[in-house]
């Protein structure tokens, strides 16, 4: 019976465990109800990662096995990346209305812009051929929200809890390795074996780094991302977006 390189074993076996851990600390913690699509995340990750262990790889088993959970926890890449959004903008609604009305375009000209590598990618002919063409677009267009978000972090200087940091940062790592991997295997199939290597080896570091850095503590440790070196200009910034957050508000009431 075919099984997974002996690298790749390892690494599966490091993400389970590492799941099974980041599971428990979030629930023993109370944090899963704070981050409600992380943890739902979590746990599609631990299901799919246990796919290899009952069921035999070569065989249409296995493959409608992957691309239904596959396509679960694409869905949920879009809810986790909402849900720090959400987060992110709690204390901003003005700024997080009128940013959820633009959303929808964001996300459209993301995917459009990521389709157009396609017309040089390999064919598809099966149906993960297909899944791995819809990922790529999707998981594109979420890195785009996710860089913005970032930028916009960096620009101002928006106290934060530590975990809502975190978790941002290992989402923005995941989500740009993913990415790449995923156009560089829809150009051809040469370098299967290593770009698996190395996306479940990233994967693993994310799940270690949330495990060390999530903690009930770390959502009352606050964080600036942006302009801590100069005081002077973080309360300027402070102050600007506070204006056009209350400026947005009472548009909106309008």
């Given at each position: 019976m ?11 076996v ?42 035999p ?11 239904v ?16 959004y ?156 506070e ?12």
């Amino acid at each position: 019976m075919h099984q997974l390189p002996f690298e790749q074993q390892v690494l599966e076996v490091c993400q389970v465990a590492l799941l099974i851990a980041l599971c428990i600390k979030l629930g023993w913690s109370g944090l899963y109800r704070l981050y409600v699509f992380f943890f739902s995340y979590l746990v599609l990750e631990f299901l799919q990662a246990l796919i290899p262990v009952f069921v035999p790889l070569r065989g249409y088993l296995y493959r409608d096995s992957y691309v239904v959970s596959q396509l679960l926890v694409i869905c949920s890449y879009a809810f986790v990346v909402l849900e720090l959004y959400s987060v992110i903008l709690h204390n901003l609604p003005g700024i997080a209305g009128t940013a959820r009305r633009y959303i929808r375009i964001t996300l459209a000209l993301a995917i459009l812009v990521s389709l157009l590598p396609l017309s040089i990618e390999k064919p598809p002919n099966t149906m993960t051929g297909y899944l791995f063409i819809l990922e790529r677009p999707i998981l594109s267009s979420l890195v785009v929200l996710l860089i913005l978000i970032s930028g916009f972090l960096v620009y101002y200087p928006i106290p934060l809890g530590r975990n809502v940091i975190v978790y941002l940062a290992g989402y923005t790592v995941y989500f740009l390795t993913n990415t790449t991997v995923a156009l560089i295997n829809n150009l051809g199939h040469f370098w299967n074996r290593p770009l698996s290597d190395v996306n479940m080896g990233v994967s693993v570091t994310c799940l270690l780094f949330w495990l060390l850095a999530l903690s009930r503590q770390g959502e009352k440790a606050r964080m600036v991302v942006g302009h801590q070196w100069n005081p002077g200009e973080e309360q300027r910034l402070l102050a600007q977006l506070e204006a056009i957050n209350a400026s947005l508000s009472r548009s909106r009431r309008k």
